[in-house]
């Protein structure tokens, strides 16, 4: 894969990752993500489609009351395979009064500057 292909990606996962530290997860899902996603969470059955997919996003933003932290610990790159690895921890107090965290690793799949496919792997229990 060239180093333009490299540089691209890197460009746009850096981007995503702006807007998700910023709070603009909704319009990053209109930006960066492909009409055919398919998103899926550890081994629960996959979201399919964009619509559905911003959908299940809405739901997860309403439900959080008050972010109190969001920290990108790493980003990884395989260009030639069209993919990005992010790991990320978070901790929000949810609208019905308790406070999740999460440590969790996004695999995403690119093609032609957007997400086609991304699953998140993390503790469940946790």
């Not at 978070?90 to 032609?112: C, I, N, P, R």
Request: proline fraction near 1%.
């Amino acid at each position: 894969m060239s180093t333009a292909t490299q540089t691209n990606l890197q460009a746009r996962v850096n981007e995503l990752v702006s807007y998700i530290q910023l709070g603009r997860i909704m319009e990053a899902m209109n930006e960066f993500y492909a009409d055919n996603l398919v998103m899926q969470e550890n081994n629960k059955p996959a979201t399919v489609g964009l619509a559905a997919n911003i959908e299940r996003e809405k739901q997860f933003v309403a439900y959080v009351k008050q972010w109190k932290s969001l920290n990108i610990e790493a980003v990884a790159i395989d260009a030639a395979r069209g993919k990005a690895l992010v790991q990320s921890n978070f901790e929000f107090e949810a609208v019905d009064g308790k406070t999740l965290k999460y440590d969790q690793v996004s695999v995403q799949t690119w093609k032609d500057g957007k997400i086609v496919s991304e699953k998140f792997y993390y503790d469940s229990a946790a």
